[in-house]
């Protein structure tokens, strides 16, 4: 009877023992997946461009995703593109006459102006641009705005982003 009784003691503790080592196991992996959903939580509460408030399908969307990739930042608070180059100078942007491989080149033409990416500066002096929204929303397209046209346009030098290399 008393070895009965110390094998069911004995198996008793060690169920509770396996039980208790899962429940903590399994504490310990929700735990991280909630401290790493908080650390995701408050990077994003920081960082200025975890989140596009520009229209979906227009210039000023595309451009600052363009930016984001680029882990740099923007504004959020620029509105329409006819406001950026003031608005970014305000702001503390370098803004001048110089395009540069990754800034903005900014228009007030149009009914609210336009941005576009600079995505090359060629040998030439001619500069190669993506752009979305400019005759279609949506709609992606590239060229190529001649030396003699840069003078035209503003270009919005973007910051580097301090948040960003948290994302990586």
């Not at 939580?41 to 930016?67: A, L, W």
């Not at 593109?81 to 110089?98: F, L, Q």
């Not at 941005?115 to 005759?135: F, P, Q, R, T």
């Amino acid at each position: 009877m008393k070895k009965k009784l110390l094998s069911f003691a004995v198996i008793i503790i060690l169920i509770l023992t396996l039980g208790t080592i899962f429940i903590v196991t399994d504490v310990d992996d929700k735990s991280e997946t909630f401290i790493s959903k908080i650390k995701e939580e408050i990077r994003q509460i920081r960082d200025p461009m975890s989140h596009n408030p520009y229209d979906d399908g227009q210039c000023t969307q595309y451009v600052f995703d363009k930016v984001n990739e680029d882990k740099m930042m923007i504004e959020k608070s620029w509105s329409d593109a006819e406001h950026w180059a003031n608005r970014a100078k305000d702001d503390g942007y370098e803004v001048n006459d110089t395009p540069k491989e990754g800034s903005l080149l900014q228009t007030e033409s149009g009914p609210i102006g336009h941005v576009a990416y600079i995505e090359n500066i060629n040998e030439d002096g001619s500069i190669d641009i993506s752009e979305m929204n400019l005759n279609t929303p949506h709609e992606i397209t590239n060229r190529t705005i001649e030396q003699e046209n840069i003078d035209k346009y503003s270009y919005i030098h973007p910051k580097e982003n301090p948040y960003a290399a948290e994302t990586d």
